[in-house]
């Protein structure tokens, strides 16, 4: 069914659609029947599938990624459709409109999508009260950022600020430094100005009678060196976790025409053609930590063998975004079943 369904979606703009589909959810679910059938049809509870994680009791271990609902405007909704935890964000201090559209690219032959939207958001403020008014108790992630126009070097104001606003609606937070769709942010990865912002988020979160877990979200293009940097960081800024990984900017892995590749311009790929490289850094980071530090594999997870590829690597929970588009909301339930067996 939902292939038919996507043949028809595929067939317009990409962000256009994202926000029809997201309406349609809404209206159905604030029909009781909808809501029912939501639920009776995507979630699915088994004591094998419960996960505690940074202190964190998951009823499942597939998240949706951040990206999807940056400002959290669909939490009830999402949650009807069998997710164990949504990541909101990535949020920013003041709103922004992001990158100019179009800025979101589908390559069905590749299943991948290359986006380029460049942290648009309605501001960490707004999300803030979605959250404080949401009526499911589903665990919830922040994913947060700095503005466009802040330079570098005034970057800790800005997740400071995100973090303080996010505090006590969120259950952890995500440091997102490696995007590659806002100038010069990935440079925040290089170990110096990485461990100095943890630290200073670090020492935020323990002056807080109950710190929150603080995880990072690390680019797939990082070198070997890099990774050895990113696991020093973690342990000296005591982190809960690392999210592996944000999209990439290497274009090797797609087989669409070189020529409509280069059209599609700047932008992060997602899906099945970072599946290898997000598991191959999963198992780096697993096997030099000795599976001491938590990670939340996302990257071309499509089905319930790619999310047991990610376990297998060392992985603790998995998200999906890109799998998500292209299989539909019945893909936490089939995953979910085939972790089961």
């Given at each position: 069914m939902y292939n038919l369904v996507k043949k028809i979606l595929f067939q317009y703009?990409?962000?256009?659609?994202?926000?029809?589909?997201?309406?349609?959810?809404?209206?159905?679910?604030?029909?009781?029947?909808?809501?029912?059938?939501?639920?009776?049809?995507?979630?699915?509870?088994?004591?094998s599938l419960e996960r505690t994680v940074f202190g964190l009791n998951f009823k499942n271990p597939v998240g949706l990624a951040a990206g999807f609902d940056k400002d959290a405007r669909f939490i009830d909704e999402l949650a009807c459709l069998g997710f164990g935890f949504i990541e909101i964000g990535t949020v920013t201090p003041k709103p922004q409109d992001g990158n100019d559209k179009p800025r979101l690219f589908r390559f069905p032959g590749d299943?991948?999508?290359?986006?380029?939207?460049?942290?648009?958001?309605?501001?960490?403020?707004?999300?803030?009260?979605?959250?404080?008014?949401?009526?499911?108790?589903?665990?919830?992630?922040?994913?947060?950022?700095?503005?466009?126009?802040?330079?570098?070097?005034?970057?800790?104001?800005?997740?400071?600020?995100?973090?303080?606003?996010?505090?006590?609606?969120?259950?952890?937070?995500?440091?997102?430094?490696?995007?590659?769709n806002t100038p010069n942010l990935r440079e925040?990865?290089?170990?110096?100005?990485?461990?100095?912002?943890?630290?200073?988020?670090?020492?935020?979160?323990?002056?807080?009678?109950?710190?929150?877990?603080?995880?990072?979200?690390?680019?797939?293009?990082?070198?070997?060196?890099?990774?050895?940097?990113?696991?020093?960081?973690?342990r000296l800024t005591h982190l809960s976790g690392i999210v592996a990984t944000n999209t990439t900017i290497d274009r090797e892995g797609l087989t669409a025409d070189k020529q409509v590749i280069e059209k599609t311009g700047a932008g992060g790929v997602s899906g099945k053609p970072l599946k290898e490289r997000s598991t191959e850094i999963i198992r780096y980071i697993s096997e030099k930590t000795k599976g001491s530090l938590p990670i939340i594999a996302v990257g071309g997870i499509f089905n319930g063998?790619?999310?047991?590829?990610?376990?297998?690597?060392?992985?603790?929970?998995?998200?999906?975004?890109?799998?998500?588009?292209?299989?539909?909301?019945?893909?936490?339930?089939?995953?979910?079943?085939?972790?089961?067996?």
């Amino acid at each position: 069914m939902y292939n038919l369904v996507k043949k028809i979606l595929f067939q317009y703009d990409p962000e256009e659609v994202h926000y029809k589909v997201m309406s349609w959810l809404t209206r159905a679910y604030n029909t009781g029947l909808g809501k029912k059938y939501l639920e009776s049809n995507f979630c699915l509870k088994h004591p094998s599938l419960e996960r505690t994680v940074f202190g964190l009791n998951f009823k499942n271990p597939v998240g949706l990624a951040a990206g999807f609902d940056k400002d959290a405007r669909f939490i009830d909704e999402l949650a009807c459709l069998g997710f164990g935890f949504i990541e909101i964000g990535t949020v920013t201090p003041k709103p922004q409109d992001g990158n100019d559209k179009p800025r979101l690219f589908r390559f069905p032959g590749d299943a991948a999508i290359i986006n380029r939207m460049g942290f648009n958001n309605q501001g960490v403020d707004a999300a803030a009260l979605r959250l404080k008014n949401r009526k499911t108790n589903i665990i919830i992630g922040g994913n947060i950022g700095k503005n466009k126009i802040t330079p570098n070097e005034d970057a800790i104001k800005d997740y400071e600020y995100c973090f303080k606003a996010l505090f006590d609606v969120v259950d952890y937070f995500v440091v997102n430094v490696s995007s590659p769709n806002t100038p010069n942010l990935r440079e925040l990865q290089e170990k110096k100005p990485l461990h100095d912002l943890l630290l200073h988020l670090q020492n935020l979160n323990l002056s807080y009678p109950k710190p929150k877990p603080l995880l990072l979200k690390i680019a797939p293009d990082l070198t070997d060196s890099q990774l050895d940097d990113v696991i020093d960081i973690a342990r000296l800024t005591h982190l809960s976790g690392i999210v592996a990984t944000n999209t990439t900017i290497d274009r090797e892995g797609l087989t669409a025409d070189k020529q409509v590749i280069e059209k599609t311009g700047a932008g992060g790929v997602s899906g099945k053609p970072l599946k290898e490289r997000s598991t191959e850094i999963i198992r780096y980071i697993s096997e030099k930590t000795k599976g001491s530090l938590p990670i939340i594999a996302v990257g071309g997870i499509f089905n319930g063998d790619d999310a047991l590829e990610k376990i297998e690597a060392g992985a603790s929970l998995v998200q999906v975004y890109t799998g998500f588009i292209y299989e539909g909301p019945g893909i936490v339930k089939k995953i979910c079943k085939s972790l089961i067996k």
